[in-house]
T-cell receptor
Framework: DAKTTQPPSMDCAEGRAANLPCNHSTISGNEYVYWYRQIHSQGPQYIIHGLKNNETNEMASLIITEDRKSSTLILPHATLRDTAVYYCIVRPLYNFNKFYFGSGTKLNVKP | GAVVSQHPSRVICKSGTSVKIECRSLDFQATTMFWYRQFPKQSLMLMATSNEGSKATYEQGVEKDKFLINHASLTLSTLTVTSAHPEDSSFYIC??????????????FGPGTRLTVL
């Protein structure tokens, strides 16, 4: 299973865009990239996922590099409520039961 | 969206006793549920995959006799920590896949259960 590498923490000013990077250099062609976040002492919340094209939804945008070895989650206008640990996960296409969480990035949104 | 609940949210027990944690899918039927454990300041670790009507599949290193999983219905999975010890103190989180989500295969997570073993 492909592993992910994320910076342990990042700061972002409220109202600015938060760009969270993830490295998944060993990803294979049939593996998806998922992003979840976990607010303190709660269960993780789904944000977005993609295979190779960039994706956007009401919460965020996901930019995947052409070689698929890394991706960036973008929160366009971060608020204090976006303070959380953000996890980048790689899921095999044909083994949808396997969600292995890496260490994640603690995003601190500051006023 | 799909909602997953857990009960209890917190439990404190004495060493040597058993504790049961319930995980319910409230507005969908989940043929597959998952159990994770999270120690302080660490990431989630997948413990086992729970399939309705069949035995759970445990991840390597997880003792199946200590962490008993039962998935008796399409909306309920239970995790029983048997003969709990202080090192079992952790945050236990369940999740479920909503078959209505189609190709997204996302997992919906419960709010977690904080277990403290004295």
């Amino acid at each position: 299973d492909a592993k992910t590498t994320q910076p342990p923490s990042m700061d972002c000013a409220e109202g600015r865009a938060a760009n969270l990077p993830c490295n998944h250099s060993t990803i294979s062609g049939n593996e998806y990239v998922y992003w979840y976040r976990q607010i303190h002492s709660q269960g993780p919340q789904y944000i977005i996922h993609g295979l190779k094209n960039n994706e956007t939804n009401e919460m965020a945008s996901l930019i995947i590099t052409e070689d698929r070895k890394s991706s960036t989650l973008i929160l366009p206008h971060a608020t204090l409520r976006d303070t959380a640990v953000y996890y980048c996960i790689v899921r095999p296409l044909y083994n949808f039961n396997k969600f292995y969480f890496g260490s994640g990035t603690k995003l601190n949104v500051k006023p | 969206g799909a909602v997953v609940s857990q009960h209890p949210s917190r439990v404190i027990c004495k060493s040597g006793t058993s504790v049961k944690i319930e995980c319910r899918s409230l507005d969908f039927q989940a043929t597959t549920m998952f159990w994770y454990r999270q120690f302080p300041k660490q990431s989630l670790m997948l413990m086992a995959t729970s399939n309705e009507g069949s035995k759970a599949t445990y991840e390597q290193g997880v003792e199946k006799d200590k962490f008993l999983i039962n998935h008796a219905s399409l909306t309920l999975s239970t995790l029983t920590v048997t003969s709990a010890h202080p090192e079992d103190s952790s945050f236990y989180i369940c999740s479920a896949r909503d078959p209505r989500a189609g190709g997204r295969y996302e997992q919906f997570f419960g709010p977690g259960t904080r277990l403290t073993v004295l």
